[in-house]
């Protein structure tokens, strides 16, 4: 089971912890705010009442080997530029950061963040698709029903040809272009008779439900009512 961490209890940071309790309970949630952590505890698997700059905290708690940290400090600029380049120093390979501003964004890049967000709802829907799935390696929003993503070729189409696969039909979902896993230039496949090998990285359309079950990881239905929960009990929409 995937674990996280979340340093920081903003809007953005409660948000992906409602967004992760679809996939797993084995998150982490850290912040200097006692009363904030008393609010959330019962729904991570361990909390911190800690400040974020505590370069010696954040060694002790976060793992190493964690699957990723996201940070979300508020206004506070400095601190989350200084709590990237500890994550980062850390060797933490995922550490995805909230931004005030495109240029605060690229300083947290320079500092080691591997994928900077924007705060809004759908930056938290857009990220947790991909930390949930290894088939997933990126998911773009473009209106109320139709989303572009890439995926991995994945069980059900390896070594069946497109017209045999038949994606339109099974998953609702239309095959744009294709690209090998070690580059990154795509193709127009127009060919029926392509076969599609494990290496295979296939851009594709359609609505957002269907993207998620054709490169859904089996426990993301297993903690959908744990996240109905958490919905509830703090009303969020």
């Given at each position: 089971?995937?674990?996280?961490?979340?340093?920081?209890?903003?809007?953005?940071g409660?948000?992906?912890l409602?967004?992760?309790?679809?996939i797993?309970?084995?998150?982490?949630?850290?912040?200097?705010?006692?009363?904030?952590?008393?609010?959330?505890k019962d729904?991570?698997?361990?909390?911190?009442?800690?400040?974020?700059?505590?370069?010696?905290?954040?060694r002790?708690?976060?793992?190493?080997e964690?699957?990723?940290?996201?940070?979300?400090?508020?206004?506070k600029?400095?601190?989350?530029?200084?709590?990237?380049?500890?994550?980062h120093?850390?060797?933490?390979r995922?550490?995805?950061?909230?931004a005030?501003?495109?240029?605060?964004?690229?300083?947290l890049?320079?500092?080691?963040?591997?994928?900077?967000?924007?705060?809004?709802?759908?930056?938290?829907?857009?990220i947790?698709?991909i930390l949930a799935?290894?088939?997933l390696?990126?998911?773009?929003?473009?209106?109320?029903?139709?989303?572009?993503?890439?995926?991995?070729?994945?069980?059900?189409?390896?070594?069946?040809?497109?017209?045999?696969?038949?994606?339109?039909?099974?998953?609702?979902?239309?095959?744009?272009?294709?690209?090998?896993?070690?580059?990154?230039?795509?193709t127009?496949?127009?060919?029926?008779?392509?076969?599609?090998?494990?290496?295979?990285?296939l851009?594709?359309?359609?609505?957002?439900?269907?993207i998620f079950?054709?490169?859904?990881?089996?426990?993301r239905?297993?903690?959908?009512?744990?996240?109905?929960?958490?919905r509830?009990?703090?009303?969020?929409?």
């Amino acid at each position: 089971m995937k674990q996280f961490a979340i340093v920081g209890l903003g809007a953005f940071g409660i948000r992906m912890l409602e967004e992760l309790l679809e996939i797993t309970n084995e998150i982490i949630i850290i912040d200097r705010d006692k009363d904030v952590i008393e609010k959330y505890k019962d729904f991570a698997r361990a909390s911190y009442i800690t400040d974020a700059i505590n370069e010696t905290a954040l060694r002790k708690i976060v793992p190493p080997e964690i699957d990723a940290v996201i940070v979300d400090l508020g206004g506070k600029i400095e601190s989350s530029i200084m709590t990237i380049n500890f994550l980062h120093k850390m060797g933490i390979r995922e550490i995805v950061a909230k931004a005030q501003t495109d240029e605060h964004g690229e300083i947290l890049k320079l500092m080691g963040a591997t994928k900077v967000i924007y705060p809004d709802r759908e930056a938290a829907k857009r990220i947790t698709p991909i930390l949930a799935s290894s088939l997933l390696f990126d998911f773009m929003p473009i209106s109320q029903n139709l989303s572009l993503a890439e995926i991995r070729a994945n069980e059900y189409c390896i070594g069946k040809t497109l017209m045999e696969a038949n994606l339109r039909k099974e998953f609702s979902l239309n095959v744009v272009a294709l690209r090998k896993e070690d580059s990154d230039e795509f193709t127009f496949i127009n060919d029926p008779s392509y076969a599609f090998a494990k290496e295979d990285v296939l851009l594709v359309a359609g609505a957002e439900e269907d993207i998620f079950a054709f490169s859904r990881d089996p426990e993301r239905q297993v903690r959908r009512d744990f996240r109905e929960s958490f919905r509830k009990l703090f009303g969020k929409k």
